[in-house]
Each structure stands twice: as C-alpha cells, then as structure tokens.
C-alpha cells in the first residue's frame, strides 16, 4: 500500500484511502485549549453562534502559559477561562501550577494512538510521542473544532528520521533531536509529518522531546513508530514513500547547542565551550520532567552553582515535581541554590517565572530562542540538554557536560574551578560582553552535515 | 496606493507580536499597536489598510498565537505575499479573511515603500520595479476568503466548504 504513518492516520480516521496532498476533512478525538488564546477561542465560538462544545468529553483545557498570572490583565482572563468552563461543564480541566499541557495531555492519557488531535498551541506535535497525529492550530481553528468535532488537513507528505545506535554517557535524546534540526532546518519540514524510526521503545519524556520539537522544523505532526502506546496496525508501510529520509548514528552523537536566535543554528559543544551564561532555565514541554532533572541532579548533587548565575528550575507537571521530590531530586537542586518555579511553561515564552533582562544571556533547555522569546529582545538564547545546563549552572560557561560525569571528586572540583576562573567579568555595564552568537553562526554555518544524510 | 512592507525570510510570529503584548497580557484593544514594536518600530503606526506584506521563506513561522494575524487584520493589512508561509500562520490568515499568496518573486522584485497594486484574478502583484507572478490560491481557500474568514463561511454555510 506504500503509506506513510500520517497517511495511514488520516486514511483510518476519514475512512477513504488518501495521500499525501488530499485535502480532507476528519474527525478530532480531542481538543486541547490553553489558557493564552482562551478569549479568542471562546470569542470565536460565539461569533458562530455555537453555545456549547460538540462534546465536552473530548475537550482538554489548561492554564499553563502564563500561570499562575503575573498580571491583572493575565488573571482576569485566567478568570473567564474558569467560567467558561464551569459554564460548559468540561471535566477535564486542569488550572495553574498542574503543569503543560503537552505533558499533561500524553502522561495522564488524554492522546488517543492513530488519531488527530487538534491544540491550540504550536507544540501539540507532541502527541505524536504515544503515535498521535496532533496538531498546533490557532484559535479560530480551534473554536471551529470545539463547535464541529471536526477539522480539515492537507494530507501531509512525510520525512523519516532513523535513529540508529546507542547514546553514550551524558548525551541525550534532547541532543539528538537538535541534531536532526540541525540537518533538517526551521522550514525543512514545513507541512510534513516526520516520522521517527528505531527509537520506539525510549522512555515516554523522550519521545516527547521529539515529537514536540519537530514544530521547530515546521512540521505539521511529528510521529514516533512502534511505541508501547501504539496498536498493532499503527505503523508505516514498509514501502512507504518519504519527501526525505534522514539517518543519525546515537553512538557519535555530541551534545548539541542551538545558538541565537535561531534553533537551527546548531553547533557541536566544542565550539561553544567557554560562552558565559547569567541565567539556566531548566524546564517546559521539552526537558522538564523527571529525568531532565535527575541528569541536572546528577551535576550539581552536593554543590552549589556559580556566583552570579541564576537557575530557575520549571517541572513540567505536578506529577514530575512529585516524583522529584519523591526522590530527593528537588532537594538537591534546591540545595545547589535553583528557584524551583510552580509546575508550567515558566519563562519559556517569556510572560512569568524569571524572564529575561536585556543584555542577558541564558541557557535554557527548552525549545525556541528567537528574539525575545524570554523576555528583552536585547537578551540571547543558548539550547541545550539538561546536563549541559546544570554544568552552565554551576561553572556560568557553556562546557562539555561528560568529563564532570567522569570526573572523580577532585577532579570534578578543579574542572569547576578553572571554567569558573576563565569566565569573562559580566554585569549590567558589560554590554553583550561575552556573548559569542555572532561568532558561533559563522562556525554553524560553516560546519557542513557531520551525519549520514540520505537524500 | 496600498504600500509594500518587505520582510526577510523566517519572519516569526514572536516578531510580529511578542508573547508579552498578547491581548491576554495588554488587552484586546492594544495588542495590535505592538505589532512589530521590537523588529520594525513604527509599523504599527505607519501601516495603513490595504497595505501589502511581502515576504521570503517561511513566513510566520513559530508559535501558532492567532493574535499575530489578528493584529495585521486589526492593522487592516490588505494581503500576504511570501515565498512560502509557516503552516499555522497560512491556516491563521485564511480564517481571519487575509489572502495569504505564494509568490516567488515577489520579495525580489518589490522594494520595502513601494507603492504596488495586487490584481488576484490577474495573479500579478504590480510594482515599479516590474510585476511579480502570485499563485492563485486553493479553490477551498478561496472560499472561505470570499466569505471574510472561516466563521463567516460557516456561519453562512453551516459547515466546510466541499473538499
């Protein structure tokens, strides 16, 4: 049959064997409303005259984005959100401080395998962890399928990443994820779904760092094949035709640092080793759950993080941040000297929890940092793993994360002492001193594709 | 004569609205008098209904924030030209009621300031330096912008128009 996995998804759901390029319309098993576009959604249900949702089971809805508010504005709107829930009787609701709505939705079940779910946020791809076709829409689109139960898609055409080998110590999928951005590019994937390949049975959080950043290459969807969630008809063709198909070897993977303010401006650590940092987000739909904060644990157990730098740690759901605490995670990093933020998005998207001041350079663990995006447009964005933070945290550089994996205690202690010793005097009067985007670009650009690509 | 503003390539929506002006955060009567407060000062001011937006790759890309378009539709933008558009951002615009059209020239051909005239049913954007060719839009979209937007259409029509 030679279908691709969104194909077979969309064929399934519309009941008529389409392809890539049908226009279609289909029905949702799910929609996911968040609390940042709430007044245009429901201001578009009653432009269309719609009182009620088409069923209040399927709907999803969350206060994560700018929670719990940070303004007035921001809480009266939290406010209407409230109401027009109570007023429409959706069960399914979960307010400020239970966390993002991404994790939410995939943990506690809410993604149904091999259909579509529409959300109103950029980053519903990431349904596509347990094999869901999720996609981010805007409000309107998201009004019109409260009042529908339905929606239309351009059937995508697909790009299949394979993962092959085994991540060694200190590496992360969160690396692997930035080096097929890498490859691929902002637009790369604009339209398709991507199909991941050969990491099926990874942990749940880590296929949700991939599906979810595959909105970053433009994807419509991002999908994993072969994972526990997924029944048994759930998968490609064997014969399946791709737009593109992309191979990454796991075992030579280096950590991956995505430079300002592109997420596709990714180096290998090396050239990036020594760029000094004054704040370290860890957190968001991308890297805040428990291994995200186990593996920043794992650096900063027993010490406390450098003079000068900020770490702001956002667990990504209330039953991550239990789980952390549960396991004395949260007291470690509390203990290095981490503002642990109320489960949510934090200052991903730069509206609450410690955002950015100009001048600043931060590394966050999320998934976007274009201009802006934190908070001032005069602050920069460095992406990375968990592990790299946490050695941001502690040293104020950039730095490879596995020698302090390594490292004996003493040794641990030195390589602290040296990065901490070489990093450049930053402050409020050192405009942008320090920050090497500029320079790191130029190395992006430069560094032709390290991986095996076939085209 | 609507006037041209040309943009580059991978024009995001945090660009167009930052996350920190959001109606949710200013107000629904603001918003919009951000648009492009940090990456082109003045715009918002200076942009007049009708005026034309042109645009290399991937235009509109990023976060899905409707408010975006919604603060262009505000600005009485009278249309979107790009090389090629953000799915989302695409999605967005058709159902507020703004064409959003594919042209590959565009952005070579006009300059930023140029007074231009965009004939859809002739497929050509003119300006002084010469007329770039635009793709007409899927019949679907064309639908559903006639109508004003997807709730008009809907409103009108009961459901999609026939795919």
């Keep these: 049959m030679s279908r691709t996995l969104a194909e077979v998804i969309i064929s399934r759901v519309s009941g008529r064997d389409v392809r890539a390029g049908d226009l279609v319309i289909v029905p949702i098993s799910r929609v996911m409303v968040h609390d940042s576009v709430i007044d245009a959604v429901i201001g578009g249900l009653r432009e269309l005259g719609r009182e009620r949702v088409w069923d209040t089971s399927k709907v999803c809805v969350f206060v994560d984005h700018a929670a719990p508010a940070p303004t007035p504005v921001v809480a009266d709107s939290h406010r209407v959100l409230r109401e027009w829930v109570r007023e429409q009787q959706i069960p399914t609701f979960y307010d400020a401080g239970e966390g993002v709505c991404h994790q939410i939705m995939v943990e ?81 994937a604009r339209y398709a779904c991507v199909e991941f390949h050969g990491v099926g049975d990874l942990p749940q959080g880590d296929r949700i760092t991939l599906a979810g950043m595959t909105t970053e290459m433009g994807a419509k969807a991002g999908i994993v094949v072969g994972t526990p969630e997924s029944p048994a008809w759930l998968r490609p063709d064997p014969d399946a035709r791709y737009l593109r198909e992309v191979t990454i070897d796991l075992e030579t993977l280096e950590p991956q640092i995505a430079v300002p303010p592109r997420v596709d401006q990714v180096v290998d650590i090396s050239a990036a080793i020594g760029q000094p940092v004054d704040i370290v987000f860890l957190g968001s739909c991308t890297n805040g759950r428990l291994v995200d904060m186990q593996q920043a644990a794992r650096v900063l157990r027993g010490r406390r993080i450098a003079p000068h730098v900020r770490l702001e740690v956002v667990p990504s759901s209330r039953r991550q941040y239990d789980l952390a605490m549960q396991d004395g995670t949260m007291q470690i990093l509390s203990a290095a000297g981490a503002v642990i933020g109320s489960s949510g998005c934090g200052p991903c998207l730069g509206r609450t929890g410690g955002v950015l001041a100009a001048q600043e350079i931060c590394l966050s663990t999320a998934n976007r940092n274009y201009k802006g995006r934190m908070g001032s447009p005069d602050a920069s964005i460095y992406i990375g793993s968990p592990y790299v933070a946490a050695v941001a945290a502690l040293t104020g550089v950039i730095d490879d994360p596995r020698p302090y994996l390594e490292a004996t205690d003493d040794e641990f202690d030195a390589l602290v002492a040296r990065r901490r010793g070489e990093r450049p005097e930053r402050g409020a009067a050192s405009s942008r001193s320090g920050d090497r985007s500029r320079e ?13 690509i076939d085209d | 004569m609507p006037r041209a503003w040309v943009f580059g390539d991978d024009l995001d929506t945090d660009q167009m609205v930052p996350g920190r002006y959001a109606p949710f955060m200013v107000g629904q009567d603001k918003f919009h008098t951000y648009a492009f407060c ?25 976060s899905s924030r409707e408010y975006a378009v919604a603060a262009l539709k505000k600005l009485g933008v009278g249309a979107v030209v790009a090389k ?58 064309q639908e559903i912008l006639s109508a004003g937007g997807v709730v008009a259409y809907l409103r009108a029509h009961g459901d999609f128009p026939r795919v």
Excluded: Q
């Excluded at chain 1, 790191?440 to 095996?452: D, I, N, T, Y």
């Excluded at chain 2, 990456?39 to 509109?60: H, L, S, T």
């Design chain 2, 84 to 141: 090629s558009f953000a799915r989302i951002f695409f999605r967005n615009c058709i159902n507020l009621g703004i064409p959003a059209i594919e042209s590959a020239d565009a952005v070579e051909i006009v300059r930023d300031g140029d007074d231009v005239t965009l004939d859809v049913a002739a497929g050509v954007l003119r300006a002084p330096r010469g007329a770039a060719a635009v793709r007409p839009m899927a019949p679907f979209a």
């Design chain 1, 440 to 452: 790191l670009v130029m190395a992006s650009a430069r560094s032709g594709p390290a991986a095996e």
């Design chain 1, 108 to 188: 506690e079940g809410y993604c149904e395998p091999g259909t579509v779910i529409v959300g109103s946020d950029s980053h519903s791809n990431s349904y596509g962890a347990v094999g869901a076709f999720g996609a981010g829409m805007g409000a309107t689109d998201v009004a019109v399928a409260l009042a529908l139960g339905r929606t239309w898609l351009r059937v995508p055409e697909s790009i299949k990443v394979d993962f092959t080998g085994r991540l060694r110590r200190g590496i992360t999928m969160k690396d692997a994820i930035m080096r097929v951005v890498r490859e691929i590019g902002t637009d790369g």
């Design chain 2, 38 to 62: 940090d990456a082109r000062p003045g715009f918002a001011k200076e942009v007049r209904p009708g005026d034309i937006m042109v645009g290399g790759e991937n235009f509109g890309c990023g």
